[in-house]
């Protein structure tokens, strides 16, 4: 095997490397779409440099239409999974053009007008654009610093590609040719930069998908499986750090602790299974309720916590009763004969006050809204909230209801 072979065989191995990464990770999780698209387009880049360097005399011009075609393919991909990743809609037929018009560029300066240095030009600009548009989607959604790192990558890679292009058409003009290509200072410059900056931007992105994975295993440690929120470690320890952050902000921010009424009664009477549809049930109105700014979590086997940023008691209590309403018209599947209802307490935590303060504000609230009858939502402040009980044997019909009372005074 010569040293000219081995030289154009390396790129080949070190993409298909990188694509089996990139499979890996799919593997680990089902749900990194982006995963697949980067295995797809590191390995449309392999099979490119195979291509190449497996072509023969006599099917040298077909094998390298189909290589070139494979490497503008590849960045085209390539800028559909950097959107993917980063969760970036792009218009597919808007995308696609540059790769078209390339591809059809390349077949025109192949067949019609052959000139290896303008398929050169095809290639490199087509590539360049769509390295430059993946770090157009990067740019504004840069959060860790390996953002920075990839974005900046891919600027210096489409920079050198059409530095190498311009140097290329400089130094050898029309007179390169498909015999001395890989002698070229063309070819040269694309290894240094499939065996430098390729590998960086790579390694940047397995590095994107490593945090991911670690923030997804801590996630699974810090969510309750049933429901899907998180559990009492996962929601007292993101809680502090909100408080926290909401406090040095000046911002408000509200506790509600609800608790399922006679949850026991329903798992006795109508089975375990019944009683995991009401927890999944409720967990699903609470994650719509807090959206993505809020945290919601499973603390108990029939307790929840709300925490709401930016809400006060008024408006925690209100969300409070909405969900309380939403539970009690919630009907489960089978027509099953019982219905599903909750207590809550409402507490807004106060300037510096810790988590377990505003905690058992709350809870206190809690502990009357279950003593004056159930189904009822209390507010911890006794700021006079109107008082309207709901009939436990009424429930479909019910208004929120809510207890004014001095527990924030006697906690």
Same mark, same amino acid.
Request: hydrophobic share 50%; net charge positive; glycine share 8%.
């Given at each position: 095997?010569?040293?000219?072979?081995?030289?154009?065989?390396l790129?080949?191995?070190?993409?298909?490397?990188f694509?089996?990464?990139?499979?890996?990770?799919?593997?680990?999780?089902?749900?990194?779409?982006?995963?697949?698209?980067?295995?797809?387009?590191?390995?449309?880049?392999a099979?490119?440099?195979?291509?190449?360097?497996?072509a023969?005399?006599?099917?040298?011009?077909?094998?390298?239409?189909?290589?070139?075609?494979?490497?503008?393919? /590849?960045?085209?991909?390539?800028?559909?999974?950097?959107?993917?990743?980063?969760?970036?809609?792009?218009?597919?037929?808007?995308?696609?053009?540059?790769?078209?018009?390339?591809?059809?560029?390349?077949?025109?300066?192949?067949?019609?007008?052959?000139?290896?240095?303008?398929?050169?030009?095809?290639?490199?600009?087509?590539?360049?654009?769509?390295?430059?548009?993946?770090?157009?989607?990067?740019?504004?959604?840069?959060?860790?610093?390996?953002?920075?790192?990839?974005?900046?990558?891919?600027?210096?890679?489409?920079?050198?590609?059409?530095?190498?292009?311009?140097?290329?058409?400089?130094?050898?003009?029309?007179?390169?040719?498909?015999?001395?290509?890989?002698? /070229?200072?063309?070819?040269?410059?694309?290894n240094?930069?499939?065996?430098?900056?390729?590998?960086?931007?790579?390694?940047?992105?397995?590095?994107?998908?490593g945090?991911?994975?670690?923030r997804?295993?801590?996630?699974?440690?810090?969510?309750?499986?049933?429901?899907?929120?998180?559990?009492?470690?996962?929601?007292?320890?993101?809680?502090?750090?909100?408080?926290?952050?909401?406090?040095?902000?000046?911002?408000?921010?509200?506790?509600?602790?609800?608790?399922?009424?006679?949850?026991?009664?329903?798992?006795?009477?109508?089975?375990?299974?019944?009683?995991?549809?009401?927890?999944?049930?409720?967990?699903?109105?609470?994650?719509?309720?807090?959206?993505?700014?809020?945290?919601?979590?499973?603390?108990?086997?029939?307790?929840?916590?709300?925490?709401?940023?930016?809400?006060?008691?008024?408006?925690?209590?209100?969300?409070?009763?909405?969900?309380?309403?939403?539970?009690?018209?919630?009907?489960?599947?089978?027509?099953?004969?019982?219905?599903?209802?909750?207590?809550?307490?409402?507490a807004?935590?106060?300037?510096?006050?810790?988590?377990?303060?505003?905690?058992?504000?709350?809870?206190?609230?809690?502990?009357?809204?279950?003593?004056?009858?159930?189904?009822?939502?209390?507010?911890?402040?006794?700021?006079?909230?109107?008082?309207?009980?709901?009939?436990?044997?009424?429930?479909?019909?019910?208004?929120?209801?809510?207890?004014?009372s001095?527990?924030?005074k006697a906690?």
């Amino acid at each position: 095997m010569s040293a000219n072979l081995i030289n154009q065989l390396l790129p080949a191995f070190l993409f298909a490397v990188f694509a089996l990464g990139f499979t890996g990770f799919k593997l680990y999780n089902r749900k990194l779409h982006s995963a697949t698209l980067f295995a797809v387009s590191y390995g449309s880049a392999a099979t490119a440099f195979l291509t190449e360097a497996l072509a023969t005399p006599m099917h040298l011009s077909y094998f390298r239409f189909l290589g070139d075609s494979l490497y503008i393919i /590849s960045a085209f991909v390539f800028l559909l999974a950097t959107a993917n990743f980063y969760h970036v809609r792009l218009p597919l037929l808007r995308a696609s053009i540059v790769a078209i018009l390339a591809i059809a560029a390349d077949a025109y300066f192949r067949v019609v007008d052959p000139s290896v240095v303008m398929r050169i030009h095809t290639i490199t600009l087509a590539t360049a654009t769509y390295l430059l548009m993946s770090t157009a989607v990067i740019w504004p959604k840069r959060q860790w610093k390996i953002d920075h790192v990839l974005a900046w990558l891919l600027i210096l890679f489409a920079i050198m590609l059409i530095a190498n292009s311009v140097m290329t058409h400089r130094v050898h003009g029309e007179g390169l040719t498909v015999e001395n290509l890989h002698l /070229s200072v063309y070819m040269a410059a694309v290894n240094l930069l499939v065996s430098v900056v390729s590998p960086a931007i790579a390694v940047a992105l397995f590095v994107s998908y490593g945090i991911i994975v670690i923030r997804d295993l801590e996630n699974q440690s810090m969510t309750d499986p049933l429901s899907g929120l998180l559990n009492r470690r996962g929601f007292e320890s993101r809680a502090r750090e909100l408080l926290e952050q909401a406090g040095s902000q000046g911002q408000r921010v509200s506790l509600i602790i609800a608790d399922l009424d006679c949850f026991k009664k329903i798992n006795d009477d109508a089975g375990h299974q019944a009683g995991d549809a009401v927890v999944r049930a409720f967990a699903d109105l609470l994650a719509k309720a807090v959206g993505r700014k809020g945290l919601a979590g499973r603390v108990g086997g029939d307790e929840f916590c709300i925490l709401m940023p930016r809400a006060s008691e008024d408006k925690a209590v209100a969300a409070a009763s909405e969900l309380r309403l939403q539970l009690a018209h919630w009907k489960p599947e089978g027509g099953a004969g019982f219905t599903a209802t909750a207590s809550m307490g409402v507490a807004e935590g106060r300037l510096g006050e810790s988590f377990e303060r505003v905690f058992s504000r709350a809870d206190a609230a809690l502990f009357l809204a279950k003593k004056g009858g159930r189904n009822q939502v209390v507010a911890a402040s006794g700021k006079g909230f109107p008082a309207a009980v709901a009939a436990s044997q009424d429930v479909q019909a019910a208004s929120p209801a809510t207890v004014e009372s001095t527990a924030g005074k006697a906690a």
